[in-house]
């Protein structure tokens, strides 16, 4: 959702930024390899200390180089099947070190099972929703539905941790972790059942 509402807006303010990079001569995996770097030391540096706040602010600084090195392919007309596995499986670590952060965070103060259980589930079904299209990808079909896509997970789970620290209230990213498993849940189910739709049209489900 947030992907297709905001992409255009994006590449527009982002886009001096990409060509400023390719003019110093820099590549775009290079970016996206120092964001995924960014990302994960907010996640896993101040998440696990409880500055939520902090870390938020961290990794939304080097979250939008998932944008920027994708303007750079596009502007320097070649992006390539090398630059977009890098890219998508990177993804998945970022993702992983800011669930973890969570996870880590609230598993290691012993009093709150509850909050490192919602950050674990968001962290299993965010990669079982990526590879759930992926995957599908990989064998001809198509499965880019759902209502919890990458960009909405992020964006709530930062925005909710920023705010849940700042205010000091776990209640708030405990309701929107809970929403993001549930929503992560209804997504690997549309995206089977999407694949499934297709296999059914080619003949390739077993009865």
């Given at each position: 959702m947030l992907n297709r509402l905001l992409r255009?807006?994006?590449?527009?303010i982002l886009g001096p930024v990409a060509h400023l990079f390719l003019r110093l001569g820099i590549s775009p995996d290079v970016v996206t390899i120092v964001g995924t770097i960014g990302v994960s030391a907010g996640a896993l540096v101040f998440f696990p200390r409880g500055e939520l706040w902090v870390g938020?602010?961290?990794?939304?600084?080097?979250?939008?180089s998932d944008t920027i090195d994708g303007i750079m392919a596009r502007q320097s007309g070649q992006p390539t099947k090398w630059g977009?596995?890098?890219?998508?499986?990177?993804?998945?670590v970022g993702d992983a070190a800011i669930f973890g952060g969570l996870v880590i965070y609230y598993a290691s103060r012993g009093?709150?099972?509850?909050?490192?259980?919602?950050?674990?589930?968001?962290?299993?079904?965010g990669s079982v929703v990526s590879y759930a299209r992926a995957r599908a990808e990989g064998l001809g079909f198509t499965a880019s539905v759902g209502i919890a896509e990458r960009a909405d997970r992020l964006v709530a789970v930062l925005a909710a941790a920023f705010f849940a620290d700042l205010f000091d209230s776990t209640l708030l990213l405990g309701a929107v972790l809970a929403l993001l498993a549930v929503a992560s849940a209804v997504t690997v189910l549309q995206r089977i059942l999407t694949v499934r739709s297709q296999a059914l049209a080619t003949g390739e489900v077993n009865h």
């Open positions: 255009a807006v994006v590449t527009k938020a602010l961290v990794i939304t600084a080097f979250v939008f977009a596995y890098l890219d998508s499986t990177l993804d998945r009093d709150n099972s509850v909050m490192a259980g919602l950050a674990l589930a968001c962290l299993i079904l």
